[in-house]
């Protein structure tokens, strides 16, 4: 069985965006092993300079690279990564499945990216879109598109 953790720096603070997302939970139980694992977010004062940005980074990059699983497929979310539409998402997962990776990573950053050691070590980088999102919005919509995906494979209904 496949297994999709969903690694993000940071909490859903807000009662609805736990909601929503233990909705596409309980949907992907369904077709993989899903979890998700929060790690801290560094503390920066309100201004922060670039040096205590860079170094809360390498902080949240050394977490995020520890719970990640030898032999994943590794799928940051940064700007820089590329778009997908939700067939290609799933052909992407299936082709990862293929190849041998049952185990996908994806992972959402802190409001000031992700650090260039996780980038480094990304199979693909996914773009959500050129827009800018909140991190919790961007948790529901990627929940939402890997459940997606995962109708996709399986010829479910509720891709149209």
């Known amino acids: ?6 690694l993000c720096v ?26 998700i694992v929060e790690i801290d977010e560094c503390r920066l004062p309100d201004n922060p300079s670039k040096a205590e940005i860079e ?3 390498e902080t949240e990059g050394k977490a995020i690279l520890a719970k990640i699983p030898a032999g994943a497929a590794v ?10 539409s939700s067939p290609d998402l799933s052909a992407l997962l299936q082709k990862w499945a293929v190849e041998g ?9 802190s409001s ?3 650090s260039p050691t ?33 109708q996709i494979e399986a010829g479910g209904k509720y891709h149209k």
């Open 1 to 6: 069985m496949k297994t999709v953790t969903l």
């Open 10 to 35: 940071g909490k859903l603070k807000e009662s609805y965006w736990r909601d929503a997302v233990a909705e596409y939970q309980k949907r992907l139980a369904a077709f993989c092993k899903f979890d």
């Open 55 to 57: 170094k809360a980074l």
């Open 75 to 84: 799928m940051p979310l940064c700007i820089e990564g590329k778009p997908l």
């Open 101 to 109: 990776k049952s185990k996908t990573v994806c992972i959402i950053g």
């Open 112 to 114: 000031f990216g992700l």
């Open 118 to 150: 996780v980038k480094a070590a990304a199979t693909f980088k996914l773009s959500m879109s050129p827009m800018t999102f909140p991190h919790q919005l961007a948790r529901v919509m990627l929940c939402e598109q890997l459940y997606r995906a995962m």
